[in-house]
Nanobody
Framework: QVQLVESGGGLVQPGGSLRLSCAAS????????MGWYRQAPGKQRELVAV???????NYADSVKGRFTISRGNATNTVYLQMNSLKPVDTAVYYC???????????????WGQGTQVTVSS
């Protein structure tokens, strides 16, 4: 159906930057909201940022001013530019997307496999 593949995670020092990418592929008729979530060890998965099909954005308070979400609509991709990273940002980051497919007909939510981001000196 729909596959989401993330890339761009890794190890970075505090204050550094990383850019995550997520590419969606499959039987996609249209793409609605796309976003990023993260899950730190022992914690629940939480929303980091989301972007609508009209490019409206919403961010978790903890990342406002440091992270920027964007999307390439022609390529069904979503990006997360992360600046001024802190150790508390360490987590597995998951791509999320709501896609409309024709077969099967309908809208559903999809998840990527996750990419590890570690912020440490």
């Amino acid at each position: 159906q729909v596959q989401l593949v993330e890339s761009g995670g890794g190890l970075v020092q505090p204050g550094g930057s990383l850019r995550l990418s997520c590419a969606a592929s499959g039987n996609i008729f249209s793409m609605n909201a796309m976003g990023w979530y993260r899950q730190a060890p022992g914690k629940q998965r939480e929303l980091v940022a989301v972007i609508s099909s009209g490019s409206s954005t919403n961010y978790a308070d903890s990342v406002k001013g440091r992270f920027t979400i964007s999307r390439g609509n022609a390529t069904n991709t979503v990006y997360l530019q992360m600046n001024s990273l802190k150790p508390v940002d360490t987590a597995v980051y998951y791509c999320n997307a709501e896609a409309v497919t024709l077969s099967p007909l309908g809208s559903a939510e999809y998840w990527g496999q996750g990419t590890q981001v570690t912020v440490s000196s």
